[in-house]
């Protein structure tokens, strides 16, 4: 995209000089013209493209074709072009505000913060992403030009380095005739096929739990699309597994999976009793997760230190108290260091288990004779959740419905133990389930488009607003040199010093605005 930008708009800036000065037209042209036009193919160690000429005439005649509708399409973009740049500028402005939006916009833009870190398969994502982004924003240069009478030369795919992109290349004296209203239309609009562009993903998104209806399952419960091997809970869930609640609330959607994860994470670190209004249905939370344990096993343990009012265990190991039941007389409090893998597989006691408003259930607190119900003891950034799932591959087991049945063979339950918010991003999942038993490919399928839509929304939605930035080489500045066209009440010396004042201020700000978004303020992934 810059390198298109780059060949491109060093003729508009000579085209610009020459408008702008008053001065003759230049026959010379950087861009390749009909007669003796270089269309051979480039490669370098770091460039290399693939120019096409196959294309010209079906987009030139359908561009002449429905030249009129086109034309009132791409005026509509005109529009469209110049107000994002007045909104960019507005943006860029506010850099100075003493809390400028960089992070909240670089996560609307791009989907996630710029330190979290992508994978392999949100980099092929993105990577193809692109590409389609590209095309279609060329493929709108190259319609409006066609609306305009002009002829694009060829097309051409090219991948800097890593980055893939793409250009058209135009005839030099054509593009020069053009009137400055005509050319806005042809500058504006790739930024216009990039906003629809993202229109249509949004719209897609929308329209994609009814599309998939008839063979998937909408906001029932996630679905396990992939559990990588350095996931936490890898051994733990497989592909195809339904995760149903998260500490006895029920998950529907991967955001709330995200979300209450983060709500839980927030309430240990705080360590304090709440109640909890999520994801409709009113929810109690107690810090009295309890495991009865064998009291030879707690006699074998070592014994706590006390270090600053907090126990401390050596190693991995996890400092344990013995919690006196309402129904048990109160016994003396013991501090054991004990081995947390180990103690979740016992059997649970307390308070502080899955409780729901609709049952009033509650785990009991007495253990069994020659037990002890022993509470580990909390520390900031380790969390003991307890996960519940089905392994919905069996054809064994029903379907997961609203009447869960913790009980039931086909459930499983587990207790997880250390960072939330780093285990609730490890593992891929889904809201679309399978109506039937399918193979990884079709349960991966809806997946697969979902994340499609979602990137290429983001990718276009950022080539929209890096091309109208005020900035050299990108569309921003061929829109702004257009523009200042209408100023006529300037001469054009101080027209073409408003220009270069204006690009200079953009790529200074456009520096800092991508400075503190990538390097300033980022919250540290945890």
């Not at 000429?53 to 987009?59: A, D, G, R, S, Y």
Request: with cysteine.
């Amino acid at each position: 995209m810059e390198i298109s930008g780059r060949r491109m708009r060093r003729f508009r800036m000579r085209f610009g000089r020459n408008r702008l000065a008053g001065g003759d037209n230049d026959d010379g042209s950087v861009l390749p013209t009909r007669n003796g036009g270089n269309t051979e193919n480039e490669a370098s160690c770091c460039y290399c493209d693939l120019k096409l000429t196959m294309f010209n005439e079906p987009i030139f005649r359908l561009g002449r074709r429905f030249s009129g509708v086109m034309k009132i399409w791409f005026s509509i973009g005109l529009g469209f072009g110049v107000a994002s740049l007045l909104l960019v500028t507005l943006f860029l402005l506010l850099q100075f505000h003493p809390k400028p939006l960089s992070n909240r916009l670089a996560s609307a833009v791009f989907g996630f913060s710029p330190s979290t870190r992508v994978s392999l398969s949100g980099f092929v994502y993105v990577f193809v992403s692109t590409v389609i982004t590209v095309l279609v924003h060329e493929l709108g240069h190259a319609l409006a030009a066609a609306s305009e009478g002009i002829q694009m030369e060829y097309i051409a795919v090219f991948i800097a380095a890593i980055f893939p992109g793409g250009l058209v290349a135009f005839d030099h004296d054509l593009l020069q005739s053009l009137p400055s209203f005509n050319a806005l239309r042809v500058y504006c609009a790739g930024i216009w096929h990039n906003a629809v562009f993202c229109a249509l993903c949004a719209f897609g998104l929308f329209l994609l739990p009814v599309m998939l209806s008839p063979f998937y399952k909408h906001g029932e419960s996630l679905v396990v699309v992939d559990v990588p091997s350095k996931s936490p809970l890898f051994g733990y869930l497989s592909p195809g597994d339904a995760i149903v609640s998260l500490d006895g609330i029920w998950v529907h959607k991967p955001s709330e999976w995200l979300e209450l994860s983060a709500i839980l994470d927030k309430q240990n670190t705080e360590t304090s009793n709440a109640s909890l209004n999520n994801l409709g249905g009113s929810r109690r939370f107690h810090h009295g997760k309890d495991y009865c344990v064998p009291i030879p096993l707690v006699e074998e343990g070592l014994k706590g230190k006390m270090v600053e009012n907090r126990y401390v265990c050596p190693g991995d190991l996890t400092p344990f108290l013995t919690m006196p039941c309402s129904d048990v007389v109160a016994t003396k409090e013991v501090s054991v260091c004990l081995d947390a893998k180990d103690i979740v597989k016992l059997n649970k006691c307390g308070d502080g288990w899955v409780t729901t408003s609709d049952t009033g259930d509650k785990s009991g607190c007495v253990c069994s004779q020659g037990e002890m119900c022993l509470q580990a003891i909390q520390s900031p950034g380790v969390s003991w959740t307890e996960i519940a799932y089905v392994r919905s591959s069996s054809q064994d087991c029903p379907r997961v419905s609203l009447e869960f049945n913790t009980s039931s063979s086909c459930v499983g339950t587990f207790v997880f133990v250390g960072d939330l918010i780093a285990m609730s991003r490890s593992v891929q999942l889904t809201a679309y389930q399978p109506r039937w038993l399918l193979n990884y490919f079709v349960k991966s399928f809806p997946d697969i488009i979902e994340r499609s839509l979602t990137c290429t929304f983001h990718v276009s939605l950022a080539l929209v607003l890096l091309n109208s930035l005020p900035v050299y080489y990108l569309d921003g500045e061929s829109i702004l040199e257009s523009s200042l066209q209408y100023f006529t009440w300037l001469s054009p010396r101080k027209k073409k010093k408003a220009l270069q004042l204006c690009l200079f201020g953009g790529s200074l700000l456009s520096l800092l605005a991508f400075f503190r978004i990538f390097f300033i303020g980022l919250p540290l992934s945890r």
